[in-house]
């Protein structure tokens, strides 16, 4: 592993409840990435950062917020759960080279009913 | 923006066969293009990049895959599949500002003893 932690690992949680999602990495890399793994969709990109503060916007951002206060962490919140946000999410970190590969967490596996 | 194409969300080959996965992608400018692998309930593992350096690029595991520029290409192959392999495969590009990572679909690997 490349020093990625996310948590939880499994979260099941109730429509409408905001939750919270923790990625936290050991190798100081600048970039780091929120994604959500669905069927027929591959990886789809929530929210990205490229340093402490600076965040933008990914290609399905409705109904996520990020935060990144420190170089370690990055947050990802739903700020009211909705059925179709169940999914997997990823968290993934980079150095910032564009030539440089992104490094994998283990995943959280959302369900919300 | 970038984009890659899986051709295939599903193949099966039989073990000691030749694996081939396909993936196009879509820019003006050669991008910056990778291959992960996912094995059930598990992150994301690179198998190999592309980064101009040469257009055969050799991975782990025994794969390799070659950027063809005219064909806009970035296949997977392994010349002989073990039931190891059997898998989940992402192609993934990089866009040129090097902040974003697009994945493609995906292609589920199923190697028949």
């Known amino acids: 592993d490349a020093g990625i932690t996310q948590s939880p690992r499994h979260k099941v949680t109730e429509t409408g409840t905001p939750v919270t999602l923790r990625c936290h990495q050991t190798?100081?890399?600048?970039?780091m990435y929120w994604y959500r793994q669905d069927p027929g969709h591959g990886l789809r990109l929530i929210h990205y950062?490229?340093?402490?503060?600076?965040?933008d916007k990914g290609e399905v951002s409705d109904g996520y917020s990020v935060s990144r206060s420190k170089t370690e962490d990055f947050l990802l919140t739903l700020e009211s759960a909705t059925s179709s946000q169940t999914s997997v999410y990823f968290c993934?970190?980079?150095?910032?080279?564009?030539?440089?590969?992104?490094?994998f967490g283990q995943g959280t596996r959302l369900t919300v009913v | 923006a970038q984009s890659v194409t899986q051709l295939g969300s599903h193949v099966s080959v039989s073990e000691g066969a030749l694996v081939l996965l396909r993936c196009n992608y879509s820019s003006s400018v050669p991008p910056y293009l990778f291959w992960y692998v996912q094995y059930p309930n598990q992150g994301l593992q690179l198998l190999l990049k592309?980064?101009?350096?040469?257009?055969l690029v050799k991975g782990i595991n025994g794969f390799e895959a070659e950027f063809k520029k005219s064909e806009t290409s970035f296949h997977l192959t392994k010349p002989s599949a073990h039931m190891s392999d059997a898998a989940e495969y992402f192609c993934?590009?990089?866009?040129?500002?090097?902040?974003?990572?697009?994945f493609g679909t995906g292609t589920s690997l199923t190697v028949i003893p």
């Open positions: 993934a590009v990089s866009d040129q500002a090097g902040n974003q990572f697009y």
């Open positions: 950062s490229y340093g402490v503060k600076d965040t």
């Open positions: 993934a970190i980079r150095l910032r080279d564009k030539n440089t590969e992104a490094f």
């Open positions: 190798e100081n890399h600048r970039y």
């Open positions: 592309y980064t101009s350096a040469a257009t």
